[in-house]
């Protein structure tokens, strides 16, 4: 049995698994994101290294791997990437992995083959190849996380390019996003940008029971507790996620106009307030869009929002040498 080691690297949390070459999770962990700018003169290289060799030095990570090669590692990474390189050209809710030649560090470190991705990417490969997206030729995947990743699978393949659904403007002269742009998709709906609705709103004065929960310390406001308030019945917290929705439904709309697609796939960390958001988010979805593209149209939750994006980066890596030895034998 073959197996490769995924890794899904997003602005807040990492997840490390083993998955064998039809999908299975064998075994897995998260773990926060290193930060060089939390972890002092430690550099971002040897805590992404750290990282992995503590998961393979786990009990069962050994127990696993133990008589079997490692066929290699797949990195989805938050971010814009070289693939020819394997180099994070930009992340902007990790900008210590600004430049870094990711592919090159992992595979001189672990001495596998390495495929580096962007992580919104690898979850739509991961939905194409096991997921929900599995039956469906043509949608469009996005993640709702720290920030708003996206990803595209046409006519069964993924599109290798820039799917930066989470830097389209949709406020001229919104509020600032980490990109350096301002009125992204991103700083309206995702998870920085739920915290940060709730902290700007409590700062003018608007009453909810956030502020009892928070001590009255605005900036411990995590997006959980303003998806707790918002289940609780607080009125500020069911409003932003009804905005949350509202925007992405405007965000949808425009996919639903460019491309042609079947489906919009909606998963990642904030998936489980799907009830909370998604009224608003068809509402507007299938109101802004045009007609003849949006009457068929499903709207999808993921079905394994979990390990998507690491799942995904180990299919690249499995699809990647299953190119690779199919030109080998051709040579042959």
């Not at 006519?155 to 990109?179: A, D, K, T, V």
């Not at 700007?200 to 411990?220: A, H, R």
Request: with cysteine.
């Amino acid at each position: 049995m073959k197996i490769a080691i995924g890794i899904d690297i997003g602005g807040t949390n990492t997840k490390i698994l083993l998955a064998a070459e039809d999908g299975r999770v064998l075994h897995g962990r998260q773990s926060l994101t290193p930060s060089a700018a939390k972890t002092g003169s430690v550099g971002i290289e040897e805590l992404l290294v750290k990282n992995l060799r503590d998961f393979l030095d786990d009990e069962k990570t050994r127990m696993l791997i133990s008589g079997t090669n490692i066929a290699g590692i797949g990195i989805g990474v938050a971010g814009l990437i070289d693939r020819k390189e394997g180099r994070i050209i930009k992340s902007p809710n990790i900008a210590s992995m600004d430049g870094l030649p990711i592919r090159e560090i992992f595979e001189r470190e672990f001495s596998v083959p390495v495929v580096v991705e962007n992580d919104a990417n690898a979850y739509a490969y991961g939905e194409k190849w096991i997921g929900t997206g599995k039956d469906i030729n043509s949608f469009v995947v996005l993640t709702l996380g720290t920030g708003l990743g996206g990803g595209h699978i046409y006519n069964g393949e993924l599109y290798e390019g820039p799917f930066e659904i989470g830097h389209i403007i949709i406020e001229p002269n919104g509020r600032f996003c980490p990109c350096g742009s301002h009125g992204c998709l991103e700083s309206y709906a995702s998870g920085r940008a739920i915290a940060d609705r709730a902290i700007t709103s409590l700062e003018s004065g608007t009453k909810s029971s956030l502020v009892d929960s928070c001590g009255g310390n605005y900036y411990k406001i995590t997006p959980e507790l303003v998806f707790q308030k918002a289940l609780d019945g607080d009125n500020l917290s069911r409003e932003i996620f009804r905005e949350v929705g509202q925007y992405l439904g405007i965000g949808i709309a425009n996919l639903i106009n460019i491309f042609s697609i079947e489906a919009v796939i909606i998963g990642g960390g904030l998936i489980g307030a799907w009830d909370l958001f998604i009224e608003e988010l068809t509402k507007e979805a299938f109101k802004r869009s045009f007609k003849p593209y949006s009457s068929n149209i499903k709207i999808l939750k993921s079905t394994m929002a979990k390990d998507a994006g690491s799942i995904g980066a180990a299919g690249l890596l499995f699809k990647k040498l299953s190119v690779t030895q199919g030109v080998v034998s051709q040579l042959n």
